[in-house]
């Protein structure tokens, strides 16, 4: 199985980094080119773990389109793609406990090597509903690669096999990520 490294990021301290979003001020925590150099140094890994077959990356939307498009540019195998929708989020910008399926995949898993592209993983309850849904198409394989994970806020017992950055339980913002 994948190793994931834990790489925690320091916010930037320019107030330059402060941008507001809907009346909320919000201060850069990770820069552009350092997500880009992670999401290479994943693609690298992940091209060495699935070589030569043709694995099926199922991206999460919406928040996480722009890093399955920069991880599908960073991986050197073939690869299809398809996509999954989930709700599982309430007015306040937390997890509402429940989680909603609003697009399903139209590909065939079966027997296929499969990996879930998610932007960002905190209380695990949407990836777990994921995971037991696609698991149910008999893949030959299925594994989870995540931008940014929130390990404090998540369930123990969650296998996670790519992740590029282990973050704080905070509230982020930037890079195609969902906004409550």
Do not use: W
Not at 82 to 111: C, N, P, R, T, W
């Amino acid at each position: 199985m994948p190793a994931t490294r834990d790489l925690l990021e320091t916010p930037a301290p320019s107030t330059e980094s402060v941008v507001t979003v809907q009346g909320e001020r919000f201060r850069r925590y990770l820069s552009a080119e350092r997500i880009q150099e992670r999401v290479t140094e994943m693609g690298r890994t992940i091209t060495r773990d699935y070589a030569p077959t043709t694995p099926i990356l199922v991206s999460v939307l919406n928040g996480a389109f722009m890093y399955t498009a920069d991880l599908m540019r960073a991986i050197d195998t073939n690869c299809e793609i398809d996509f999954i929708k989930l709700s599982s989020y309430g007015a306040e910008k937390v997890s509402s406990g429940e989680v909603h399926e609003l697009k399903s995949v139209d590909a065939d898993l079966e027997d296929r090597d499969v990996l879930i592209v998610e932007d960002i993983v905190d209380t695990g309850l949407s990836m777990e509903f994921m995971k037991d849904r696609l698991q149910q198409h008999n893949p030959a394989s299925l594994r989870v690669t995540t931008l940014l994970h929130k390990p404090t806020a998540t369930e123990p017992d969650l296998t996670l096999d790519y992740v590029g950055f282990r973050i704080p339980d905070l509230f982020v913002i930037g890079y195609g990520l969902d906004y409550g």
